[in-house]
């Protein structure tokens, strides 16, 4: 096998592994990566408006919103207008949402990020630049992209 081939199988595995995440998060705890994201950004940012989760995230907060909304139908969410500042709408997780969060598994890169912090420095960086090398070469290197794994992304579906 060619040594470009042996890059492709590894981007398929790497493609593979992130589905097969995202189908058990979702089987398990009947939420997307998305979702679950955007849950947690939540609970750690109380009290929390959309804007402020679509930073968090690093969504755009049109999709933050269709997640919000999403999630609010499934009574995982409530929005309420602020008693101060009537403009803005603020995000409360219910009692249902923080049950399904706390059963939740975690997200792929929750564990992606604890294996990478064990890597030395440089193995870090060479591992960044190979593969903002491989998204060039792809022409992928302008897509927005949040730094999510999960092949079901919400703003994915939108665009097709």
Known sequence: ???HDKVLVALRQIIRAIDLHSK???RESGL???QLLVMKATMQTVPATA???????NL?????TSILDRLERKIYLRRERSNEDKRKVL???TEAGKQVLEQAPALMQENFILGFAHLEEWEQ???L??????SNMMQAGDLDAAPLLDSSDERVVKEV
């Not at 804007?51 to 995230?57: F, H, P, T």
């Not at 630049?129 to 491989?134: A, D, F």
């Open 24 to 26: 058990k998060l979702e």
């Open 32 to 34: 997307t990566g998305p």
């Open 60 to 64: 755009s907060q049109a999709t933050v």
């Open 91 to 93: 995000i409360h997780l």
């Open 51 to 57: 804007g402020q989760i679509a930073r968090e995230v």
């Open 1 to 3: 096998m060619e040594i």
């Open 129 to 134: 630049s190979s593969l903002q090398r491989v």
């Open 125 to 127: 960086n060479l591992i």
